[in-house]
């Protein structure tokens, strides 16, 4: 009998240890945040995979001394084991290893996580725990969301944004927002939960309000389009739940509170809500600009429609199928997610990657019809907030990457493993055993010493990271300010630290062309060639460096490679240059000549004037004839440095009604009027 209480004490103290253990790691990717480095929120990754992976070790060992394997079956075991074996076959066809086998390892982690804990919370007070702990996270990053927002006032602005006002310890105010939306359901079904007490249901209301507050400075549109869908699966759930306890007067009063303290926060917001929806379809949305991403991501999985393209290395392979002409609609150089999960998933992993998804999705439909038909009283309510945070999560990342940034991830997980973890009176209670080998319980502590040997290699790994990311920032702050010479310095600086930064590889190969060092420019070009084929200004970058070295040829064949990526005026205009350093005439006047076109396309002013300049010194009459000069003219009809050079070309034209009209548009202008479109 000793023994066996002895037993039953080792098992909870184990259960104790990964219990806590779960908890330390939603802490440490919560709240874990750097200053003075250029990514605040670079060691969310170094925290999941010391946490999670010493849960993960503590999980194997605890079970390999035991005499019997033992482990409740759940539908999630299999079905996230399946999504992971899709995500590691697109590996297959990944453009770059290094990237996929990082992403893939910050995945396994966050799935194995997932399947421990559906074990875990089969037992009824670690599941009430952890759904507490889940609401005490909530009001911690709403604390450190006003805690930063306060401090950003005092010089901490690296924390904070001051377009989108806040971003918690997410590090961007779109995640922060897919937080929210996720929580927001699943604290408000906790209203009705018999158990609440009536001094913590105002404490809820309270943090629910903040909530809602927080989401909706967050400015993201995704989020609250997110919540809307979730708040009507919340709604349509919930009232044939309380219909079975109270009559309808009583419900009737309890939703006209509630959406009545919806519609007065609403109002409130009105003028944030009415500002960004109204912008929606402008050219200053960011709705726009994705577009680009929705049509590239699409290309990239008909590309590659079985495998995808390599899971978790989208910004690796996403320059290869969008426009070059991207830049038109402001969209970003660098683009790392598509902002839609499914389009991602789609291009990564391919139709294996979104069917194994798709399962997932369905399986959880079919939990949750199970669970609120037979379940207990108080577990369906859980059951409506877990799932419609779930849902609301989904329809924001039609939209957001937040289901690809760790914090977020890691708790949508756990969400549905909460959920799978409740146990319906349909559903038979399923628990497996098989004999452990002896070998396995003579070496069950193995895995914790192969753990800290690994550790022992990744913590310099991760400080080295962390050393190089700071350096990054000091180079970046001296290069806007115009020292290209220090930006080197401290480029080259975390080069040595890390080296597998593509952003710190590029912009120490662009400081170093700048600062005349093209030999290093050229070498530093090519490793990230070699690992990024078409990283943004790469090829232009090794393009100067090849034709400064003396390799004319050869820099203004890649000067065209780097156009078919992004046909930029810049570009162009360089192209004219070397045409003209080796005395090309021919291809320097059509090159002069695309600049026209791709100028009054974008609208971009830059380089015409100069390109003026130059045509009308090179070029006879004929030539300059073909010159869309009308088009320029109508289009940068304001821009005095433009219309100037235009009044001079117009006299060797025949056109001679265009010469007046020009005359009179510049005695129109003034330095006043006059701006730069």
Known sequence: ????????????????????????????????????????????????????????????????????????????????????????????????????????????????????????????????????????????????????????????????????????????????????????PFIAAQLFLESTSGRKKILLCILLAVLLGMLLLTRTRSAWIGLAFGGVTFISLTIPLLKEKYNSKKIRNVFFIALASTALLLLYFSETIIQRFSILFTEQSSFIRRIEFYESAWKAFLSSPVFGNGFGSFEVFYPLFRSNEYWMSKSEDIVVHAHNEYLEILSECGILGFVAFCALLFYVGKKTKDSISFSHSSDRFIVVGLVSGIVASLVDNLGNVSLRIIPVQLTWWLMVAALFSIKSNKEAHQEFSFPVPVFFRKIYLLPIAAYFVILFLYIPREVHRFRADRLTLDGYKFEIGGNATAAFSSYSSGLHQFAENPFLLYNTAGTAAQTGRFEIALALSDSLIKKYPAYPKSHLIRSVSLFQSGNKKEGIEELKKEITFRCHPQSIALLAQMYEEIKDSTNEINTLNNLFLISVKSGNSDYITNALNRIMQIADKSTLERIPYKKIAEKFSSNMEIIKPLILLSKNLPDKEFEQTLTKQWEKITPQDSTSE
């Open 1 to 184: 009998m000793k023994k066996k209480s002895r037993n039953i004490q080792n098992e909870s103290y184990e259960l104790h240890i990964l219990e806590y253990g779960l908890y330390l790691l939603l802490a440490s990717v919560y709240f874990v945040i750097s200053i003075d480095v250029y990514d605040n929120t670079i060691l969310k990754p170094t925290m999941l995979c010391i946490f999670g992976g010493a849960i993960i070790v503590v999980w194997c060992s605890y079970r390999w001394k035991e005499n019997q394997f033992q482990f409740i079956f759940s539908p999630l075991l299999p079905l996230i084991g399946i999504y992971f074996a899709t995500c590691l076959l697109s590996l297959i066809v990944t453009k770059n290893i290094d990237v996929s086998r990082l992403n893939l390892l910050y995945l396994f982690i966050i799935l194995a996580i997932t399947g421990i804990a559906t074990q875990l919370l089969q037992k009824e007070e670690i599941h009430k725990r952890f759904l507490n702990f889940l609401t005490l996270l909530a009001a911690g990053s709403c604390a450190a969301a006003l805690t930063v927002e306060f401090y950003s006032g005092f010089g901490i602005t690296i924390l904070a944004d001051s377009s989108r006002q806040l971003i918690s310890t997410f590090g961007n105010t779109t995640y922060f927002g897919g937080y929210l939306v996720m929580l927001i």
